[in-house]
């Protein structure tokens, strides 16, 4: 919905910033104004004992000088509610007294309608409320108690009970003179196929409203209280209020709640989620009956970057997190994932809480299991991979999976730790050695001065520098590389703590102009390391420096750059399991891993050994025609021999 020109400066000149920041904050009266409109206090968005948030009420905006939070009345609400901007615009034009603009007839009507189904729903709510209190729903009452809820606890859930009867709600609602079609649309009653009078959705069940993030009662769940009933949990029907695939038990409390700080905690139904809210984590919220959605997925994103899925230990469990790891690859986004925490098997957070105490639950969200390793977890348990057509498979089912994952970085950093996990695996194991050898001394470990220092620098740190400083050069000279090359750069190690500097500037800044680039290394302290990159002789002649802008050429540079970088590095981790190995078990495997490794990295090598049949490197480090050099070379022993004929 787009909103008029001027109804944001309205609403900004109707409301008051100090007004709108007091309800969440405590003013330092001897730091502020009020008459100048120039008020202090404690940050609300992080945690402080000094007054360095400022509100300046005449120009409408806010700053920190601790976190620098900045905003105006409207970022405010969002930051502190944890709403969108159309919520927050709502809750602040009611503040005022302003009415949102008119949609178009046809959506109004629609509100319209939705509006009076959400007060059909609340007069609901207060009949299955008032229904708990009746003689009837003892048993109902009972079973609250044993579950530990107490009367604030009802009150704070707003839960009732449905009684045994076909016609409660019916003739509650007719009797308030609620119109049938009302009725049957928020979902309360069905129609009856014999011709009869309509009848109730929920009997004989402990009733739990769910409400949307905006605080509107949409539906309910009902807990059957017959333990026979086919159904142990019912959810409304879907109507024009609820679509259980697009909602979330327990949305806006726990959306306000993550926003202050409180981990985001999926559970699996109504009692997981009040038991962990009683238990001091509020920000936990259910799926409606059924496997999360891609539309819940998101929602849970929305409220927090990394949420906790909390599952019962049991197969159905483990089953829901396993299909919750195919819905989520594809949507992972860089500091947006999931991680898991597998409750012990048959119990559930109430149990948990009730035994061990909240410290349980925390300790199980704070060692959460990353996706990574519940995928992997997956593939692995339970299977043998005791042949190489065995081995083979899993390589392949890891892969197709990797595969369904869009961000290339993360692609990439799940392919590393696959690798790692998959070492683990099938690496022979290996006693535990202490660090002293007989007749040696241990290893002393080197200065970072020493190991970044040109003197210690030789053979294949040498050789790693040069690459690294080829690479980054031509970055600077031509950032527009920089998108297709992410992955790789984000793995060049850099011994050289300038480079790591400039490097993790590139990363951070990404495709722009050279000279914005250039400017940001500077004046982020990276103007020696930028003069001492280019000064590099080997940096200064290379073509793909000395020629900036020119995509294709400095494509061409990165890959080859890259790929023997990333040659190099296999070849010396299958050198390092070798020497452990060698010390162990020695097997045609082991000989079989350095070959393809030899052979790997001499694939990645042997552009530059064609170049050295054509071209040797000078003693100041240009390239000269080997051809031309012969020829030189010839001319040379004629002069002088005709000098000793002489």
């Known amino acids: 919905m787009s909103l008029p020109p001027g109804f944001l400066d309205e609403l900004r000149s109707r409301l008051s910033l100090t007004q709108v920041v007091g309800r969440k904050v405590m003013w330092d009266a001897r730091k502020s104004n009020q008459g100048k409109g120039d008020m202090w206090a404690p940050c609300p968005f992080h945690q402080e004992k000094t007054a360095s948030f400022h ?58 309608r939705r509006s009076q189904l959400a007060e059909v729903m609340e007069q609901a709510v207060q009949f299955f409320r008032l229904q708990l209190n009746t003689g009837a729903a003892g048993p109902a009452r009972d079973y609250l108690a044993r579950r ?100 979330l038990f327990n949305h806006g409390p726990a959306r306000e709640a993550a926003g202050k700080g409180a ?124 042949s190489p057509e065995r081995k083979a498979a899993l390589d392949k089912a890891l892969r197709d999976k990797i595969k369904l994952i869009r961000d ?102 990404g495709a722009q102009a050279p000279d914005s680039l250039r400017e940001e290394i500077i004046g982020q302290g990276g103007g020696a390391a930028l003069e001492n990159l280019f000064a590099l002789r080997h940096v200064a002649i290379n073509p793909s420096v000395r020629s900036p802008g020119d995509v294709e050429r400095a494509s061409m540079t990165l890959g080859e750059e890259l790929a023997k970088l990333e040659a190099h590095r296999g070849w010396e981790a299958e050198i390092a399991d070798a020497v452990e190995d060698l010390a162990h078990v020695a097997d045609e495997a082991l000989t079989w891993r350095l070959g393809q490794a030899a052979e790997a990295r001499n694939a990645a090598m042997r552009s530059q050994h064609q170049d050295r049949t054509e071209y040797d490197t000078g003693d100041n480090g240009a390239r000269i025609s080997r051809d031309e050099r012969d020829a030189f070379a010839a001319l040379l022993d004629q002069i002088g021999h005709s000098k000793r004929q002489q």
């Open 148 to 247: 530990g809820l107490n009367g604030a606890a009802l009150e704070r859930w707003e839960i009732g009970f449905a009684p045994a009867g076909w016609q409660g709600l019916w003739d509650h609602l007719r009797g308030k003179g609620v119109a049938e079609e009302l009725i049957l649309g928020a979902g309360l009653a069905k129609a009856s196929s014999k011709g009869g009078k309509p009848y109730d959705v929920f009997r004989n069940r402990i009733m739990f409203p769910i409400r949307d993030a905006r605080g509107r009662a949409i539906a309910f769940g009902g807990r059957a209280m017959d333990p026979d009933d086919n159904a142990k949990y019912l959810n409304s029907p879907e109507t024009e209020l609820f679509d259980k695939g697009r909602n």
């Open 263 to 386: 981990p985001l905690i999926v559970a699996e139904g109504y009692m997981d989620v009040i038991a962990l809210d009683s238990g001091g984590f509020p920000a936990a919220v259910a799926p409606l009956g059924t496997a999360v959605t891609e539309h819940q997925l998101q929602l849970f994103w929305r409220i927090a970057p990394e949420p906790v899925i909390a599952l019962d230990g049991d197969t159905a469990g483990l089953r829901a997190a396993m299909k919750l790891i195919d819905l989520a690859l594809p949507l992972l986004e860089a500091g947006q994932s999931l991680r898991f925490a597998i409750l012990p098997e048959g119990q559930d957070p109430d149990d948990l809480i009730r035994g061990d105490g909240p410290a349980a639950v925390q300790r199980l969200i704070d060692n959460a299991t990353p996706m990574v390793r519940l995928l992997w977890q997956r593939e692995t348990e339970g299977k043998s991979f005791d």
């Open 408 to 509: 290339p970085s993360i692609r990439s950093h799940y392919g590393q730790e696959i690798n790692a996990l998959r070492r683990d695996l099938f690496a022979p194991k290996r006693k535990a050695r202490g660090p002293w050898v007989a007749g040696r001394k241990p290893a002393q470990t080197p200065l970072a001065s020493t190991k970044t220092s040109l003197i210690a620098a030789s053979g294949d740190a040498a050789e790693t520098r040069m690459r690294e400083a080829v690479i980054l050069a031509t970055l600077i000279a031509t950032p527009a590389a920089i998108t297709q090359f992410e992955a790789g750069i984000e793995r060049m190690e850099c011994a050289d703590p300038d480079f790591r500097l400039i490097r993790d500037i590139i990363l951070r800044q």
């Open 55 to 112: 509100v300046d009420d005449r120009k409408g905006f806010y700053y920190c000088f601790g976190c620098h939070a900045k905003g105006d009345a409207i970022s405010f609400v969002k930051e502190t509610e944890n709403v969108g901007f159309m919520e927050a615009v709502e809750i602040l034009a009611r503040e005022a007294g302003m009415q949102m603009p008119a949609r178009d007839p046809r959506a109004q009507e629609k509100a319209d």
